[in-house]
């Protein structure tokens, strides 16, 4: 449990961190020239925000498929200048949490991963309500609860859904291909609550 809070504190400070360069971010573009409506037009296309998500899910670890939960929390920001980049839009960071032993909520073995992604968000056609995206991680994993710890290269490559409710909050649903070296690979089925700005 240690392991697990301590993970969680670290995760804080990195989100923390994060919050903070974009907020230096955006006071730098608050001391801009006053906006007319072209500037005002302009911003709206560019779709900058930051996201703050949770996501909730079940890990079906292979061999055998055996069910786990996965918690993950992040953040994520988009920028202006990457609208056009065919990989993605919008950088993330996520803290995830893995169930890892014969508990699914949770287990003495288990994992704690840290990851910066990459993610590209589209539309759908017909729809504003939905939007796609596909979504890029790579980052470390910690395996703990054994009485050693070991870290392991980490890889996480998602599909999934936005269903917007508001300007600022949306479900995310999403499938999540992840493969650490060392570990055979496996799928997570998320679903996570974003609040963004």
Request: proline residues 4%; contains cysteine; aromatic residues 14%.
């Amino acid at each position: 449990m240690s392991n697990f809070i301590g993970g969680i504190r670290f995760a804080r400070s990195i989100v923390l961190i994060f919050l903070g360069t974009v907020s230096a971010m955006s006071c730098k573009a608050q001391v801009a020239p006053a906006s007319t409506p072209q500037n005002q037009a302009q911003s709206g296309e560019s779709g900058t925000s930051t996201d703050l998500f949770a996501m909730l899910g079940s890990d079906l670890d292979r061999p055998g498929w055996v069910p786990a939960a996965n918690y993950n929390i992040g953040i994520g920001h988009t920028f202006a200048f990457l609208k056009k980049d065919p990989i993605g839009d919008e950088v993330t960071f996520g803290y995830t949490y893995e169930s890892g032993g014969p508990a699914f909520w949770h287990s003495t073995t288990n994992s704690d991963t840290e990851s910066l992604g990459i993610m590209k968000n589209f539309g759908l056609p017909k729809t504003k309500r939905v939007t796609g995206y596909t979504w890029v991680q790579l980052g470390l994993t910690s395996y703990t609860g054994s009485g050693l710890v070991q870290n392991r290269f980490y890889d996480g490559e998602s599909a999934g859904a936005i269903v917007h409710f508001t300007d600022h909050s949306s479900i995310w649903i999403q499938e999540t291909f992840n493969k650490i070296v060392t570990v055979p690979w496996y799928t997570t089925s998320s679903i996570g609550y974003t609040w963004s700005w």
